[in-house]
């Protein structure tokens, strides 16, 4: 019973890490903010969940585990509550979406770096 | 136990790119996901090590710094969109 738990532990943690540092990689790598906003959101759900599913196999049922639940549960409620203000805060702000046709590059990520927030919020 | 170093590895890998995207991310929407994913990861952080130590009473910090990540997050973005925490002069329609 004991190492059935831990293997099934070993597999949340490996699998929650590579989503985790897929995730990060993804927050690098991705051209703008939104499609880095997916990326985190990989981090959120399943990098998060799994984690705390593995310590959550090595807690058993004790007071850890019910701390456990709420991190979780708390994360998974407010992190798409911060991506959804985020998001909403630079579509407001001026950051237009990338387009099939542009060049993915970092400048265009960066529209208008120098009056984003101020001016007009574009109603687009 | 090195399971528990194997998490604290990955989650650390993670929060360095998070940094990195944070600090040099081109508009300051990038820089608040970048500090928002690095809030989460080092939730992540604080549980694993409070396991690796073998004192689950870390888990109470953890809980405390999501709920301080969350609340900071949505300041930021309000404080940034608006340019004013006043909701009383609320240019758009809406909450948050």
């Not at chain 1, 409620?77 to 950051?95: E, N």
């Not at chain 2, 989460?40 to 870390?58: K, Q, S, W, Y």
Request: proline share 4%; glycine share 10%.
């Amino acid at each position: 019973m004991e190492v059935f738990l831990d293997i099934l532990s070993w597999a949340a943690i490996i699998t929650g890490g590579v989503f985790c540092v897929i995730g990060a990689v993804g927050l690098i790598r991705l051209p703008d903010v939104y499609c880095r906003m997916h990326a985190a959101g990989i981090i959120d759900t399943v990098g998060v969940g799994l984690i705390l599913l593995g310590l959550a196999f090595q807690a058993g049922f004790t007071l850890a585990l019910a701390k456990l639940a709420m991190i979780c549960m708390f994360i998974l409620l407010t992190s798409p509550t911060s991506c959804h203000a985020l998001c909403r805060a630079a579509s407001y702000g001026g950051v237009h979406p990338l387009h099939g046709e542009q060049k993915p590059d970092e400048e265009s990520g960066a529209r208008s770096p120098d009056d984003h927030g101020e001016g007009q919020p574009s109603k687009t | 136990m090195s399971m528990f170093a194997a998490a604290a590895v990955a989650v650390l890998v993670s929060m360095l790119l998070a940094l990195v995207r944070a600090l040099k991310g081109p508009t300051v929407y990038d820089r608040i996901l970048g500090v928002n994913t690095f809030g989460t990861l080092t939730v992540m952080l604080i549980a694993v090590h409070g396991f690796l130590a073998g004192r689950p009473e870390f888990l109470d910090l953890a809980l405390v710094y999501a709920l301080i990540n969350f609340i900071g997050t949505i300041a930021v973005t309000k404080y940034v969109g608006l340019k004013e925490l006043d909701p009383a002069v609320d240019q758009h329609s809406g909450d948050i």
